[in-house]
C-alpha cells in the first residue's frame, strides 16, 4: 500500500520522477532502457494513422473487404497486418451523407492503437471528454465540423474493450485513384470523426 | 469510482484547443513515461486495468492539473511499489524530493458494486436494458451518465474480464459485454444523437 499521499514536500519535477523510476527499474533486472526506447519507437515509427489510412482506401475500393471490415474490424486489419494492444476488438462505423460517427473516451482516453497510433491531445482533453457526450454537434461545430441539419449525430464511447474507427465518406472526384493514392487523402481526424473529407 | 476521471457530460470545461494536436509526445520524459507504463503492462499480464485503476486513484487536484503523460508515470510508479517491484523510499531518494502516488486502494468489499454470478450473457440484439446503479469505491467501466438510464442493446461483444473484479481481486473473469445504444433525450432530457456505451452484463438489468 503506498503511502504517497502523506507526503506533503514539493514534489520533483516531473523529468526526475520518470528518470528516478526508470533507473529503479533497470537496477533491479525488471526492464532495460532499449527495451523502453523500443516500445517507444513502434509507436513514434510505425503505428500511426498511415495505417487507417491504407485500410479506408482498401475499403474505398474493395467492397468484399469493406464488408469484411465492418463485420469483423479486428480481422479486417489483421489481413493487411495491422493489430495490438488496443485493438483486440475493432469496431469500424461507417459515415454516410446522412450519419456522421465520432469516437471518444469519457472515462479515460481509449483509442485504436494500431491503426491510429497514439491520440492527440485534444482527443485527451477533459474538455472533450466530457462535451462530446452531452452537446456533440456543438462541440463538432467549434471544432471547425459544421453538420447539415440532415445529419445524424452517432457518438461512440470506447468505454469497454470495444475500439473503434470510423470509416469516412470516399471524396467524390477520385474515382479510380490508386489505393496509394486515396490513402494519402485519408486525414486522422476524419477516422476520428472530428472532421469529414 | 465516482471520481473526476469519469468526465462524460460534465459541464464547466470550455473549448476544446484543437490546437493541441502535436506529436506524440511532447517532451522526452513523456516518452519514457510510455515505455515505462508499456513495461509494467507486459509484467502485469497485458493488462491496462490495473493501470486505469491507479489513475482514477490518484488525488483528484493532482489528476485535473497534471500533464497527461504524468498520469501514466503515477500509476505506473503505484502499481510498480504495490507489486512490490520497486519501493516508494527508493524513488523518492533518487527523485530528489517527493514522489506523489496514487492514493491507497479502497477494501475489497467497497470496491465492487457488482455481484455474482459473473460470466453471464442474459442480453441479446435489440433488447432494452437498464444500467444499475452502480456507485462502488473501486473502479468501474460504467460511466455516470448512464447510470439508471434504459437503452437498447445493438451489439454483443465477446467475453473480456470484468474490470470491477480484476481491479478490486486480480481475478480475472470473462463476461459478456454489450453495445448499448441510448437516445439524448434519456440522458439528458433534451438534445439530439444516438450514445453509445460499451457495458458489461453485470452492470445491466431487465427493463
Known sequence: ?197 | MDGVHDLGGMHGFGAVDKADDGPAFAADWERRAFGLAGVVTVLRGHTFTPARAAIERMAPVHYLTSPYYEHWLTATATAAVELGLVDEAELVERAGGSFPLSRPAPGTESALAVAPPYGRQRFGVGEDVRVRDISSAGHTRCPRYVRRHTGTVIRVNAPTALPDLEAATGEIVPEASYCVRFRAEELWGEGEGWFHVDLWDSYLEPT
Open chain 1, 1 to 197: 500500500m503506498s503511502g504517497g499521499h502523506h507526503h506533503t514536500a514539493e514534489p520533483a519535477p516531473i523529468e526526475r520522477r520518470v528518470a528516478a523510476l526508470e533507473e529503479a527499474m533497470v537496477s533491479r533486472g525488471l526492464t532495460t532502457t532499449e527495451f523502453i526506447d523500443a516500445v517507444v519507437q513502434a509507436y513514434e515509427n510505425d503505428i500511426g494513422p498511415m495505417n487507417g489510412a491504407e485500410v479506408v482506401a482498401r475499403a474505398w475500393t474493395d467492397p468484399d473487404y469493406k464488408d469484411r471490415l465492418l463485420a469483423d474490424g479486428a480481422a479486417a486489419i489483421a489481413e493487411l497486418g495491422f493489430g495490438g494492444p488496443e485493438g483486440e476488438h475493432l469496431v469500424v462505423v461507417e459515415n454516410t451523407e446522412t450519419v456522421h460517427n465520432v469516437i471518444v473516451c469519457t472515462l479515460c482516453s481509449c483509442y485504436p492503437w494500431p491503426v491510429l497510433g497514439l491520440p492527440p491531445g485534444w482527443y485527451k482533453s477533459h474538455a472533450y471528454r466530457s462535451r462530446m457526450v452531452r452537446e456533440p454537434r456543438v462541440l463538432l461545430a467549434e471544432m471547425g465540423l459544421e453538420l447539415g441539419p440532415q445529419m445524424e449525430i452517432q457518438v461512440w464511447d470506447s468505454s469497454a474493450e470495444v475500439r473503434y474507427m470510423v470509416l469516412p465518406q470516399r471524396p467524390e472526384g477520385t474515382e479510380g485513384w490508386s489505393e496509394e493514392s486515396l490513402a494519402a487523402v485519408v486525414t486522422r481526424d476524419s477516422m476520428v470523426g472530428a472532421a469529414r473529407l
